[in-house]
């Protein structure tokens, strides 16, 4: 179904792999494409209640494709920028839990796009960086923002100013990452982590990753109301009902859109 992307769902879980191994998983427009097509798929199947991306081989994702960057006019790097733009935040802001594997290199755009998704455990194997600026240009898929806002804003300009590589421990210790754990154990721990996630209530997921996303970017004040808002949403569903119901008679919730 796709030339540069694995993907499978199992009992409700999700699993997209990008796989270019040759070309260290690097996005290009092809890739770009795909990981859009899918995602739109998967905030469209009601089957799909998480989603695990990893990358296959020694890299998560190791940037974008500089080979094909290199021949682009000024117009064309801002489209490919936009067409990036639209799958990191396609992703950022699929109502569904999103978790990233990372199992190697994540540069450039490959470090953009793990920040995309809702959580990080990454392999102690693993390697952080937004290098952008040795090659004469600045993060472009969102970079500049997104990791300002996970490591604050003197870190993330250390890293992107310097282009500093990083490995595992330092973006687990800067905030990068929220689970660091040894290669071999990697997929295991993030399967547990993102079916944990499926097993609370679907209706109440979907609502908090809204309040957190979307409130993260207001003032105290507006945020304050949005998570109101959300919270009469979720409390509202049949899954409140479910939820309480099974806390009090002590027995495990059977959430209806699980």
Do not use: W
């Not at 694995?6 to 890739?31: F, H, Q, S, W």
């Not at 998560?60 to 639209?86: K, P, S, T, W, Y």
């Not at 282009?163 to 997929?187: F, N, S, T």
């Not at 982590?193 to 004040?221: H, L, Y």
Request: charged residues 25%; aromatic residues 6%.
């Amino acid at each position: 179904m796709y030339e540069n992307i694995k993907y499978e769902v199992n009992e409700g879980l999700a699993i997209v792999t990008i796989n270019r191994p040759k070309a260290m998983n690097a996005l290009n427009m092809d890739v770009l494409s795909e990981l859009l097509d899918v995602f739109t798929a998967i905030e469209k199947d009601d089957a799909v209640k998480g989603v695990l991306l990893t990358g296959e081989g020694r890299a998560f994702v190791a940037g974008a494709d500089i080979a094909q960057m290199c021949g682009l006019n000024a117009l064309e790097g801002r489209e490919m920028m936009m067409a990036g733009h639209n799958v990191m935040n396609k992703i950022e802001q699929l109502p569904k839990p999103v978790v990233a594997a990372v199992n190697g290199f994540a540069l450039g755009g490959g470090c953009e796009l793990a920040m995309a998704c809702d959580i990080r455990i990454a392999s102690d194997k693993a390697k952080f960086g937004q290098p952008e600026v040795g090659l004469g240009i600045i993060p472009g898929f969102g970079g500049t923002q997104r990791l300002s806002r996970l490591v604050g804003k003197g870190m993330a300009e250390y890293l992107v100013l310097t282009a500093e590589i990083i490995d595992a421990a330092e973006a687990y210790r800067i905030g990068l990452v929220e689970k660091l754990v040894p290669a071999e154990e990697l997929m295991e721990v993030a399967e547990k982590t993102i079916r944990t996630i499926m097993s609370k209530a679907p209706i109440a997921v979907a609502t908090a990753i809204s309040a957190i996303n979307n409130g993260f970017d207001m003032d105290m004040k507006s945020a304050s109301v949005f998570e109101i808002e959300t919270f009469t949403a979720a409390f509202a569903s049949e899954d409140k009902k479910e939820g309480m119901t099974a806390f009090l008679e002590k027995r495990p919730a059977e959430f209806k859109n699980k």
